[in-house]
């Protein structure tokens, strides 16, 4: 064996070696993957295969006054992607349908509900404080030696909460709400209570209305049972009423009283923004079972088996040697095909699944012109080496060609799925030009490889082996390159 041809057969072990460790080491599923059941050897499946939610929301387009309700309805599309990114949703597909309405397929989700009520919330955070008239009943049951419970009086409309504001340096009056705020809260845990916070920092203008506002509710003195509370609202729902104990001039603050889960949606609703558009619904709610992902996979691996023994065996006994040598480049082009899934990461689906069994005719399809050009070259006369390497070179024009048509339609498909919002064409599209890239990098490389390492050997003067009549070995150095 030349240098050469060591040289990218050690090539070809370390990938099969990588791509092998890639494919069957498991990635450590994350929290989120736990948790929605969305992970299958480390690779994502799609909404066919891994099951989940199908929803269907309208939007309320008709408070927007002179903004283009596309716009509008792109900004629904934004924000729903960041809430739905953070609360762990891998791979979802949100897209617009027709003129109001954001269809959303959330693969793999269990808990329905926190999701419907995550995606469905305008998130319009606002603060407020008590009238006159509701701090002195409220501070008549301080007096009495009770904390009063805001949230009950609330609910009973015992007591009356307006919003916050206070005037800017512009000599304008604002109201102090989310709008102020810097997408940067997050959860914290108090060391000393060793319970959950929401921690938000607005933006100068919010600072300096934060200030203002703290400043009117703090008696200046703390722990004082003259503080008054500052209410915090979302989408008009009482979320917490903390008291306020001390001035805050630097924009920054915390959300108390709050869970540890209530805690984590409310950071995601917060940082993604308020939704531009009230959403009704959802309209359509489809659960889809996981068992028949299940079923479609099975389904598809008995399909994609049967069809690669039949392909092998027919390579097999019509090519001899090389069509065994081929098939060993095969598997590891499906290894290989499997590894890249993992690493770009792809999100399998049925429309994928089809796509990689039909790269895999692709592959074989490229090694069938290579051996058929190599048959004529040893019927022609020429010693193996010589025959491999005229076999490949003439071969090429056609396998480079054909597949980068492929690839070529592949990118219309593609483009048309995105155009389309069909996510199935695009994954079908992905999928293919992936298997049809590594199929012409196993056929040029892997299979020639294997083939020139018989050049030189006892079975190189059988070339009944390789398709041709028998003859003595006389082939060259240079032919053996």
């Not at 890639?22 to 994350?30: F, G, M, Q, T």
């Not at 917060?270 to 996981?290: F, S, T, W, Y």
């Not at 498909?413 to 012409?440: E, N, Q």
């Not at 990098?441 to 070339?463: C, E, P, Q």
Request: net charge negative; aromatic share 6%; glycine share 10%.
């Amino acid at each position: 064996m030349n240098r050469g041809n060591l040289i990218r057969l050690t090539i070809i072990v370390i990938l099969v070696v990588l791509a092998l460790c890639e494919v069957l080491i498991k990635d450590a599923p994350s929290i989120q993957e736990s948790r929605h059941g969305n992970n299958t050897l480390g690779m994502s499946l799609g909404l066919d295969l891994s099951g989940g939610t199908l929803l269907v929301y309208k939007a309320d387009l008709s408070d927007i006054g002179d903004e283009d309700p596309g716009d509008a309805m792109q900004g629904v599309v934004e924000i729903i992607w960041r809430r739905v990114d953070a609360y762990g949703v891998t791979e979802p597909v949100i897209q617009k349908q027709g003129s109001d309405r954001i269809s959303i397929q959330l693969p793999g989700i269990r808990d329905m509900k926190a999701a419907v009520d995550l995606i469905g919330q305008t998130a319009e955070l606002d603060f407020r404080e008590l009238t006159e008239d509701s701090w002195e009943y409220a501070r008549s049951i301080i007096a009495e030696g009770f904390f009063p419970d805001y949230p009950s009086l609330t609910e009973q409309d015992a007591i009356e909460w307006i919003p916050a504001t206070a005037l800017t340096s512009k000599g304008e009056v604002v109201h102090l709400s989310g709008k102020h705020l810097k997408r940067t809260t997050r959860v914290v845990i108090r060391q000393d209570t060793n319970r959950p916070e929401v921690a938000f920092e607005l933006n100068d203008e919010g600072a300096e209305l934060l200030e203002k506002i703290t400043g009117r509710l703090f008696s200046g003195v703390e722990d004082s049972l003259d503080n008054r509370p500052m209410g915090i609202f979302l989408d008009n729902n009482y979320v917490s009423s903390p008291t306020v104990q001390s001035v805050i001039p630097d924009g920054q603050g915390v959300i108390t009283n709050i869970g540890l889960e209530d805690a984590q949606e409310l950071s995601i609703l917060l940082n993604a923004g308020a939704l531009p558009v009230p959403l009704e619904g959802p309209i359509v709610r489809e659960d889809i079972d996981p068992t028949l992902g299940s079923d479609s996979i099975k389904k598809s691996l008995i399909a994609g088996v049967v069809g690669l023994i039949l392909v092998l065996a027919f390579m097999m006994l019509y090519y001899r040697l090389p069509g065994v040598l081929a098939g060993c480049a095969l598997l590891f082009y499906g290894i290989l095909v499997l590894a890249a899934f993992k690493l770009i990461p792809v999100t399998l689906t049925l429309a994928g699944i089809a796509a990689f069994i039909l790269s895999i005719g692709m592959a074989v399809d490229a090694n069938v012109l290579i051996f058929e050009r190599l048959r004529e070259e040893l019927r022609a006369g020429r010693t193996l080496g010589g025959a491999i390497e005229t076999g490949f070179n003439r071969a090429w024009t056609a396998i480079r060609d054909s597949n980068i048509s492929t690839l070529i339609t592949c990118g219309i498909l593609y483009w048309m799925g995105s155009s389309l919002a069909v996510p199935s064409v695009m994954g079908f599209a992905l999928t293919l030009a992936i298997g049809v890239a590594l199929s012409m990098f196993t056929a040029i490389f892997v299979t020639r490889t294997f083939l020139r390492l018989f050049i030189g050997t006892r079975l190189a003067s059988n070339i009944s082996l390789f398709g041709g009549a028998r003859f003595e070995q006389t082939s060259t150095p240079k032919e053996q390159e």
